[in-house]
């Protein structure tokens, strides 16, 4: 797949369904990966496609239940990435899958898949705890975070939700309000959250961490996702992301996802490493 380039030598953007797009060579498929920091490909496209080309196999009826990601390596996002799908398992209620993202002989990620045919019984499920503070889709536009590319989140309206403040008790967090203004396919849903997903939960697991800070070095480790009920991405959603722990140069993200009304639709979990400097005190 062919990237448009801008005049300032970034990828344009032409649409998810665009840029979620494979072609197929032997027995691999072949895509291109958005950046995130610098060269690095953004994880957030190599999880939503590695789930798109689940999809596209699937038996009919057949809808993710999780998705979890292995990053293996930084990988560079101006080279094709190659894709290669193996079926584990088929029974009558679910499906096990496994995709691997290599560039040359380079593992970038391993994606395991599982997908399951919805069946009838009771529910329940938690409700979003900051729903009564947020100030919900009219709250101003969210700024990609330092050194994030802003191509990430075209396609996208992100706006801001409840936010820790230096001074607040408990966890810190930072929640979103996110729309797709692009209408995709029903089967895109879940894809464009995973999409979704990645774009700040990394970032959450410092967000105090700001005063005498001279330098950042983190990458994500592993990223899971768990669907509990559909979701309508074209229509306002919640993203809750907080951090229940740092420590060791490790951090633990986690998010909700909720549509408007409050219904939880996805749980996400991050780990990631975080190098983090400061100023010394003479």
Same mark, same amino acid.
């Given at each position: ?117 919805? /069946? ?36 996208? /309206? ?125």
């Amino acid at each position: 797949m062919t990237r448009d380039e801008t005049t300032n030598d970034e990828p344009g953007w032409r649409g998810f369904r665009a840029h979620l797009a494979v072609t197929t060579q032997g027995d691999e498929r072949v895509g291109s990966c958005l950046p995130a920091l610098g060269s690095r490909p953004y994880g957030g496209h190599l999880i939503a496609q590695a789930l798109v080309l689940v999809l596209d196999d699937a038996s009919p009826g057949f809808v993710p239940l999780t998705v979890h990601t292995h990053f293996l390596s930084m990988g560079d996002a101006g080279k094709p990435i190659r894709y290669r799908t193996d079926r584990l398992r088929v029974g009558r209620s679910f499906e096990h899958w496994s995709v691997d993202a290599r560039q040359d002989d380079v593992l970038l990620t391993r994606v395991t898949v599982v997908l399951h045919q919805p /069946e009838a019984g009771p529910s329940h499920a938690v409700r979003p705890s900051r729903m009564s503070s947020m100030e919900g889709p009219s709250a101003l536009a969210v700024e990609p975070p330092h050194g994030s590319s802003s191509i990430l989140r075209e396609g996208l /309206e992100i706006r801001r939700g409840a936010q820790w403040q230096p001074g607040d008790e408990g966890l810190h967090y930072q929640d979103r309000w996110i729309r797709c203004l692009e209408p995709v396919p029903a089967a895109m849903n879940e894809v464009v959250l995973a999409w979704c997903s990645d774009l700040e939960l990394a970032p959450t697991v410092d967000l105090p961490y700001t005063e005498g800070l001279t330098s950042r070095v983190g990458a994500s480790l592993e990223h899971s996702i768990r669907f509990h009920a559909p979701i309508d991405v074209t229509r306002w959603w919640l993203l809750e992301q907080d951090s229940p722990a740092l420590s060791n140069g490790r951090g633990l993200a986690v998010a909700r996802a909720f549509t408007a009304d409050g219904e939880l639709v996805a749980s996400i979990v991050q780990h990631t490493m975080v190098r983090l400097s400061f100023e010394t005190t003479p």
